[in-house]
Each structure stands twice: as C-alpha cells, then as structure tokens.
C-alpha cells in the first residue's frame, strides 16, 4: 500500500518562493514521482517528476528554470522547490507515483491529498 503526503501550500506574492514536500511510505524506491497541479477549471497538469534510483529530472516548460524536484532518499521525501511564482502557477499540487517516467496523469498510480498553492498579483 502507497501512501504520499504532500505539504508546503501557502499563500504568497508573485515572486516569491515556496517548498512543497511529500513524504512516501510503502515501497517506493522502484517508482517514478511526478508532481501535477490543477487550476480551477481546468485539467490536471504535469509539472515535474524524478526517479528515487537514477534521480533524473523532468519538467514542464512552463516551469522549467524555476521550478526544482529533489529527493531524500532516506526520509522517504520528495520537494518542489518554487522560485519565482507567478499567478499563473495557482493550483492544487499533487504528488503522484508511477511505475515508470510518464507525463500523464493516468499512469500515476498513487495520488497525495494535494496542496493548495496560492500566488497573488
């Protein structure tokens, strides 16, 4: 059984910063993490994703250069670190597992309870 706990959200001003974990339980090291988000209205989005065993890195253009995924591996943790927030990036943000490197959100086959990421203009 998987169980992933995101924390971090927050309400901050654009250009600001924020660090978003999830800590995992279960077994996790044969896994693909992705974070997503979702807007209001609209779909759920791939943001970013990294493999606890290789640790290579993935990102979404649209945050690519601001946006950090990192692991610890011993605390069972992975962050998303945040710099430079725009409006634009409000949204729900999940913490997700795969079996292997994918952007779509169908693949992942454990799900965070989410947090919500407000950033004001």
């Known amino acids: 059984q998987v169980r992933l706990v995101e924390s971090g959200g927050g309400l901050v001003q654009a250009g600001d910063s924020l660090r978003l974990s999830c800590v995992a339980s279960?077994?996790?090291?044969?896994?693909?993490m992705g974070w997503f988000r979702q807007a209001p209205g609209k779909e759920r989005e791939f943001v970013s994703g990294?493999?606890?065993?290789?640790?290579?890195?993935l990102y979404s253009d649209s945050v690519k250069d601001r946006f950090t995924i990192s692991r610890d591996n011993a605390k069972r943790t992975v962050y998303l670190q945040m710099n430079s927030l725009k409006p634009e990036d409000t949204a729900v943000y999940y913490c997700?597992?795969?079996?292997?490197?994918?952007?779509?959100?169908?693949?992942?086959?454990?799900w965070g309870q989410g947090t919500q990421v407000t950033v004001s203009s």
């Open positions: 279960g077994r996790i090291f044969d896994w693909y």
């Open positions: 990294s493999s606890w065993v290789s640790g290579d890195t």
């Open positions: 997700a597992a795969a079996n292997s490197r994918n952007v779509r959100p169908s693949v992942y086959h454990s």
